[in-house]
């Protein structure tokens, strides 16, 4: 693609050529359809527009030096789409049908693969929403399952340097025993108020506490929360966290690497004590975080102007499985073909 700036790509929405789409009625899902349209034809009464029958992914897809397209962990993102499709009781893609629907949609549009010197990605966005009609709440008897694709840049600005971020108490991402564990459209929603007044004083984002007692850390935007501390990389656990595969990864790593894991409720107050912080998603890859603001107290806890060693050994070795430059040891990539 001769006129894209592919080093300058913003994490944003671009057309590209098709889409893949599999409709689910009388019990069954249909055959796979590919689409040129970026539009989708709904019942005013469906399901997902009223009630917020909707759940999606975020995955990615990246060239190598080899020129071949690899996507990073996509059965893993098949089966966490299936979870939280069951869990506001949906009908949802087989794995396979997810799968096969995540490749067609890649190589329909391999002309919009990043090449491998830009440092950009094509991001893979899987969307699954109740499409039938209703008016009581009640889960829809159709279903459509979409997956379109956009080349992207980084989510944050700033790339692989330190964002602030903002602690937030005047509203919540998940409750205790809400949707919070899942990749439901209504979390988002959620998120707006407390993400808009982060970044109405100048944050990237907020930092969310649980929901309950406002004591431990919870969320970082649209992405898992870590720390380093001790040659440990230590991160919340919570019935509200979304897990995220990108986290697994990392904590797979750091293992190897001989850095101890932790997975347990992480106190605010332990903030202090660590090293390094930063956030991790498959759209925020690993995003150092310089400053976190305290607005109950006017607190700022600041980890420096550039990532910290270890954030920065945890980030090469991901992207380098993802670019294909280091050997596949955890079998995570798909090689498209
Ligand atoms: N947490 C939230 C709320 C997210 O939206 C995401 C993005 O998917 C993540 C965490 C990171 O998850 P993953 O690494 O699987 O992309
Ligand atoms: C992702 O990291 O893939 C996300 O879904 C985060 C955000 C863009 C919603």
Redesign the pocket.
């Given at each position: 693609m001769e006129n894209i700036d592919w080093k300058n790509l913003p994490f944003g929405y671009m057309k590209t050529d098709y889409n893949v789409r599999c409709c689910y009625r009388e019990g069954k899902w249909g055959e796979l359809e590919i689409s040129s349209s970026e539009y989708v034809m709904l019942h005013m009464a469906a399901t997902s527009l009223h009630y917020g029958q909707e759940v999606f992914?975020?995955?990615k897809a990246f060239r190598g030096k080899d020129g071949k397209i690899r996507m990073f962990?996509c059965a893993?993102?098949a089966r966490?789409l299936i979870n939280s499709g069951t869990y506001i009781r949906m009908a949802t893609p087989p794995a396979e049908l997810y799968t096969e629907a995540v490749r067609k949609a890649i190589l329909l549009n391999e002309r919009f693969v990043p090449p491998y010197e830009s440092g950009a990605a094509l991001y893979v966005r899987p969307l699954l929403i109740g499409s039938g009609a209703e008016v009581g709440v009640k889960p829809s008897s159709e279903y459509l399952f979409l997956v379109f694709v956009t080349p992207v840049g980084p989510y944050f600005k700033t790339g692989f340097n330190p964002v602030s971020v903002m602690i937030t108490r005047d509203s919540d991402?998940a409750a205790p025993l809400g949707t919070?564990h899942i990749?439901v459209g209504g979390?988002?929603a959620a998120?707006l108020p407390a993400a808009a007044e982060a970044q109405r004083l100048g944050y990237s984002t907020c930092l969310y506490l649980d929901a309950r007692e406002k004591k431990y850390i919870d969320?970082?935007?649209?992405?898992?929360f870590f720390g380093i501390r001790d040659n440990t990389y230590i991160t919340p656990k919570s019935r509200s966290?979304?897990?995220?595969?990108?986290?697994?990864?990392l904590m797979t790593l750091a293992k190897d690497m001989g850095i101890r894991v932790e997975r347990r409720q992480v106190e605010l107050s332990e903030l202090d004590a660590f090293e390094e912080v930063g956030?991790?998603?498959?759209?925020?890859v690993i995003t150092p975080i310089g400053k976190i603001f305290d607005p109950q107290n006017g607190r700022t806890y600041d980890y420096g102007e550039t990532a910290g060693p270890v954030s920065a050994k945890l980030y090469h070795a991901l992207r380098s499985i993802q670019y294909g430059d280091t050997p596949d040891a955890y079998r995570w990539v798909t090689v498209v073909e």
């Open positions: 992914e975020g995955m962990r893993d993102n966490r991402r919070g990749k979390n988002y998120s969320e970082c935007g649209p992405a898992n966290i979304l897990p995220s595969i990108t986290n697994d990864s956030e991790c998603g498959t759209a925020a």
